[in-house]
C-alpha cells in the first residue's frame, strides 16, 4: 500500500476527529466508491469485498459497524465471507456507507420503494407474526368469499407517494409487454433464486402500476390487471425467496385485489397457495390449511383441475405438518387424479408450472415430512418419488432441485443409508452454491437434524460440519 492508501482515512473521515480513528467517519470520500475492484464488488453485490476494499483503505471494523448499524461480530462475519442477500440489508449498508445506490442496482428512489414494496414502519415490524398471519387471512377470505369471515380486514397495503409519468394511453401490446417480462422473471427465479432477480421485479412493478392511469378499453384494463396481479404475485414470491416476509405478504395481499378485480379465479387460487406455502415456511400449518382451503374456493370456482390439485398437493403437506397422514395421503389421491383430469396445454401461465414432476415432488415432499413426524415407513414413498422428481428436473429449475436432492438425502438418513444420504446431501450443496433464496438453508434443516443424530458416525459428523460452513 502506497503513501496515498496509507493516509485514506485521513481523506474518507473528513469530519471526524483527527486523534480518534475508531469513532466513525461522519462521511466517506465519493472517490472510494469508484476504484474498478470496489465498483466490481458492487455491481454484483459481493459485500464482504466492499468490506475489504473499506479495510485496505484504514476503515477498521468498529467504524464500518457503526456506520452501517450492524455488530462488530456481523462485520468481522462478512468480512470472513459471509454472504448479505436481504435487500433491506443491503439498502441499509448502502444508505450508512453512502454508497451511490444505482452501484449496487438499488437505484429506485423512497417514493417508488414505498409503493411497490409496502412500508417498513415501527407499528408493522412490532406486531407479532401470528396477528399478521390473522390479518392476511382475514383479508383473503374478504376478497375470495366477499366478507369478512375471519374478521375485519380494514389493513391498508401500501401508500401512494407521488408517480412517475405514465402513458397516456395503452392497448393490448402494452400488457402483453408486462406479461412477457414476468414470465422472463419468474424463470430466472426459478433457476437462481429471489434474491437474484426480486429488484428487477419491483423495478418492473414500479413502472407497471403506473400503467393503471392511463386510458384504454374495459377489456384491456381487465387484462392489466391480471398482468399486475400476476407481477404481484412474483414480487410476494421472490421477497419471500429472500426473506423479506412482511414484503411479501404486502404483495400478495395487492395480487389478490387486482386478480378479483381482473376476475380471475385460477389466479386468486394461486396467490393464496403461494402465501400458503409461506406460513408453511414459518412452521404454520393450520394457518397455511386455511388459506389453501380459501384457494380451493376459488379453483374449484374456475374450473381449472390444474388449479385445483395444487391446492390439495399443498394442502396434504399442511395436514402432514400436523402429523395427520390419513388426510395428507387423501389429499394425495386427490391431486394425482385432478392432475389427470386437468387441460395441461390450455392452462395459464401462473398455474402451468406445476407438472408431472411437481406432482412426484409433491408426494415425495408429503411422505418426508410423514416420515419425520409420523411413521419413517414412508420413506418407501418418498424416495422414489423425489427420484424422479429430480432426475425429470433441469438447470432451469435449479432451485427446486436442490430443495428435493435435501429431502432424499434425509429420507436416506432416516432408512439409516448414511452414505448414500451424506453422497445426496452433497449434491444438494454443491447445487445450491449459486442460488439466492435464504429459503434453502430452512429446508435443509431436516437433513441436518437427521444427519446430526448420527454423530457417531464419521461421515454424518463431517458432513454437518460442512453444513455449518456452508451455511455461514
Not at 398471519?133 to 369471515?149: D, E, I, S, W
Not at 414470465?183 to 437474484?196: E, I, N, T, V
Not at 378479483?260 to 402465501?275: C, E, F, S, T
Not at 388459506?291 to 374450473?303: D, H, K, P, R, T
Request: aromatic share 6%.
Amino acid at each position: 500500500m502506497d503513501t496515498t492508501d496509507n493516509t485514506a482515512i485521513a481523506r474518507i473521515s473528513r469530519g471526524a476527529n483527527e486523534d480518534s480513528s475508531e469513532l466513525a467517519p461522519s462521511r466517506l470520500d465519493p472517490e472510494v466508491w469508484e476504484g474498478d475492484e470496489m465498483r466490481d464488488a458492487l455491481s454484483v453485490r459481493n459485500v464482504s469485498e466492499v468490506y475489504r476494499q473499506l479495510r485496505k483503505h484504514g476503515v477498521s471494523q468498529r467504524q464500518i459497524a457503526a456506520m452501517t448499524g450492524q455488530s462488530q461480530s456481523e462485520v468481522s462475519e462478512i468480512l470472513k465471507g459471509r454472504q448479505v442477500m436481504a435487500y433491506d440489508v443491503l439498502a441499509r449498508i448502502a444508505a450508512g456507507l453512502g454508497i451511490p445506490r444505482g452501484y449496487m442496482g438499488l437505484a429506485y428512489d423512497e417514493a417508488t420503494e414505498i409503493q411497490v414494496a409496502g412500508a417498513s414502519g415501527e407499528q408493522q415490524a412490532e406486531e407479532d407474526e401470528s396477528v399478521k398471519r390473522r390479518k392476511f387471512l382475514a383479508h383473503a377470505a374478504q376478497v375470495t368469499m366477499g366478507a369478512a369471515v375471519f374478521g375485519s380486514s380494514a389493513e391498508a397495503w401500501a401508500a401512494s407517494p407521488a408517480r412517475t409519468p405514465a402513458p397516456g394511453r395503452i392497448g393490448v401490446t402494452d400488457v402483453r409487454q408486462v406479461e412477457a417480462a414476468t414470465r422472463a422473471l419468474r424463470a430466472l427465479d426459478y433457476q437462481y433464486g429471489g434474491g437474484f432477480c426480486r429488484d428487477a421485479v419491483v423495478a418492473q412493478l414500479s413502472w407497471g402500476q403506473q400503467m393503471m392511469q392511463a386510458s384504454t378499453t374495459d377489456g384491456v384494463r381487465s387484462r392489466l390487471f391480471v398482468a399486475l396481479a400476476d407481477l404481484h404475485s412474483l414480487a410476494g414470491w421472490t421477497s419471500f425467496d429472500t426473506g423479506l416476509i412482511d414484503s411479501a405478504r404486502g404483495h400478495f395481499a395487492n395480487a389478490l385485489n387486482l386478480a378479483k378485480q381482473g376476475d380471475n379465479h385460477p389466479l386468486v387460487a394461486n396467490i393464496l397457495y403461494r402465501m400458503g406455502r409461506v406460513y408453511l415456511h414459518q412452521e404454520a400449518p393450520n394457518d397455511a390449511l386455511k388459506l389453501f382451503q380459501l384457494g380451493q374456493i376459488a379453483a374449484q370456482e374456475s374450473g381449472s383441475e390444474l388449479a385445483v390439485a395444487v391446492l390439495c398437493a399443498n394442502e396434504a403437506w399442511a395436514y402432514a405438518m400436523m402429523g395427520n397422514s390419513d388426510q395428507a395421503v387423501k389429499l394425495l389421491g386427490r391431486t394425482r387424479d385432478e392432475f389427470a383430469r386437468a387441460d395441461l396445454v390450455n392452462a395459464e401461465s401462473w398455474v402451468k408450472f406445476f407438472t408431472e414432476t411437481d406432482v412426484h415432488a409433491m408426494v415425495g415432499t408429503v411422505h418426508t415430512e410423514l416420515a419425520q413426524s409420523a411413521d419413517p415407513m414412508h420413506t418407501k414413498y418418498a424416495i422414489p418419488a423425489l427420484s424422479r422428481a429430480i432426475d425429470a428436473y433441469n438447470d432451469e429449475m435449479a432451485r427446486s432441485k436442490v430443495f428435493n436432492l435435501g429431502m432424499l438425502a434425509t429420507n436416506h438418513m432416516i432408512d439409516g443409508d448414511i452414505d448414500v444420504g451424506v453422497r445426496t446431501g452433497g449434491k444438494a450443496l454443491d447445487s445450491a452454491e449459486g442460488l439466492k433464496s435464504a429459503r434453502v438453508e430452512q429446508r435443509m434443516q431436516p437433513l441436518k437434524k437427521e444427519a446430526a443424530r448420527r454423530s457417531n458416525n464419521p461421515d454424518a459428523r463431517d458432513f454437518v460440519e460442512r453444513m455449518n460452513t456452508f451455511f455461514t
